[in-house]
């Protein structure tokens, strides 16, 4: 002979105790009335910790079937509505805390990223400006361009250079200065 079941007005007058007691051994029917009587419970908390009414309701389905399938619930340390309002609270948070790991995680992928692509635009952009830079320079006269060269790359003062040159410190001045503002229309025209 089969194990009896409380008919539907039976289970509504059996307590959560009760109840879980009988979902434990079975019998389905009891979870559909501990979700009608604590379900808003449930969802309250939920929503209020999560600020979401889709994962609040995600969560509560999730409480709910942990229901079914965990004996964590101990009858004799507390009521079931207890038990529940403190599973909620616990999953939520966890939730949130994994939220939280989530957006750390692609916040800094997301600057990484950023950084690895401002860096690949920095390095274009100076390639680019030093091909220009190249071609103004050759567009100098040899002698200017050592001038320049001696003077930017080597550190020199033109008076060093005017030595290293055997040529008059004048001549280094005049020629740099040449120099430079030949470098500077053709740089201020690269930039237009």
Known sequence: MPSEQPSNTENLTLTDVELYLALQAGQDVALGILYDRNAGLVYGIA??????????EDLTQDVFLNLIQASSYEPSR???RTFLAILTRSRAI?????????????GQWRDQAQHV?????????????SQEVQAALSQLSDSQQQILQ?????????S????????????????????LLKLR????????
């Open 47 to 56: 929503l209020k910790i999560l600020g979401n009414p889709q994962e609040a």
């Open 78 to 80: 507390g009521s079931l």
């Open 94 to 106: 966890d939730r949130v805390r994994s939220r939280s790991k989530a957006r750390e995680f692609f």
């Open 117 to 129: 692509t401002d860096s690949l635009f920095e390095q274009v952009f100076r390639s680019e400006q």
């Open 150 to 158: 001696m003077a930017y790359y080597d550190g020199l003062s033109q």
């Open 160 to 179: 060093e250079i005017a030595k290293r040159l055997e040529i008059p410190l004048g001549t280094v001045k005049a020629r740099a200065r040449r120099g």
């Open 185 to 192: 229309q053709t740089l201020t025209d690269y930039i237009r």
